[in-house]
């Protein structure tokens, strides 16, 4: 009984120092993590980031700030697609890899749809597509100058 | 010491010169202009189904490309509905990666390339347009670079995506959404696709058949074995 009792203690202080190292470990490795997983870019609710990546096109978290409005880019996306309403818009570090030479730019991603049965491409090969309906249509305005840098569409 | 009459007479004759060059300028530009914005309503219903003008090419073996110089002609287009003209590369009708010039509501242009995936979707990038009224080269290639379809215009590429499927048949055309629209080109202004070429195992020329779904509504002219010649019967200019 006599030698039981130091071992007792020994466990005890030998668990408290467990603890306190693995809450230590979990809290520095939550805060690691935290720093070197980036945080998501925008998103569109429309075009998904698998759907964009396909086609060459990321967004990536904004790291400058818009000289454009977001109305003025609307105004110009919607000007581009006449018919046309906005679903979205974000603000992002635009990059196509696909485009050649790559395209990089702060950009207003402006996701636009049409009413019912309209489809403003081309619908491929005789007989075509009548039933090709698109599922987005992204247009993207640099944000520093106004322009239209490109649209793109999956249908 | 300078002769004044001679010195009149130079000025008088630079003076016509110069009114003559101006003249014949000015003509040049607003005949171009008018070629170029040649719109046209053919004032037909809409009947809501697309029709295509031009020619095509089915081998019935790898066809590694296709080029076609195009007329980058401004047509009458409704509300809500795309005009193009273009060069693909197809297999059946259901795969296909093309690219050429469209033009949408209200005289808005592009440049536009479209291709299918694996799954059977058809993806599309806008750019901005070549010059109203100008010829410029758009071409489609298979596997240039490796496992991709790369496109150009005027020989630059503008663009690369990943290639589905194995093309073996190669198309040019003109394309409207509804009848409601102008088929690209005039009766005395048409859409032209000269210089075009396939890539069999080699350039050569494109020798197509022309297929024109619309009927008496439009016209087609087979020029030579790299040109063909496309206009809606409804417009004259």
Redesign the interface.
Known sequence: MGQRMPNLKISRRLALVTVGAVTALAAFGATFAAAATPSPGPTLSSATGADLV???IQLQNPTSTATVSQAAAQQTAL?????SSVRETVLANFSDT???PAINALAWAVSLT??S??????????????G?KL?YLVVFIDATTGA?I?????? | MIDHHSFGWRSLRLLVTVVAVLAMGTVAVVSGASAASAKCKPNRPNDGKAYWDGWERTPNSTVGGVYSQIYNYSPWVRDTSGVSAWVMLNNTSSKWAQDGWLESTGGVRYTFVQWTDSGGAAHEKWFSAQPVGSYSYYTTLWNNPSGKFSFQVNSRTIDTESAAFTPNEAEIFGEIPSLWNQMPGAKQNYENFQDSHIYISGWQNFSGTNYNTGGSNFGNSHVDSTRTDIWDNACQT
């Open positions: 396909q086609d060459g000007q581009a697609f006449l018919g696909h485009h050649v049409f009413p049965g309209i489809n403003p491409t081309s619908e491929g090969p005789p007989p075509g597509h009548p090709l599922s239209f490109e649209a793109t569409s999956k249908g």
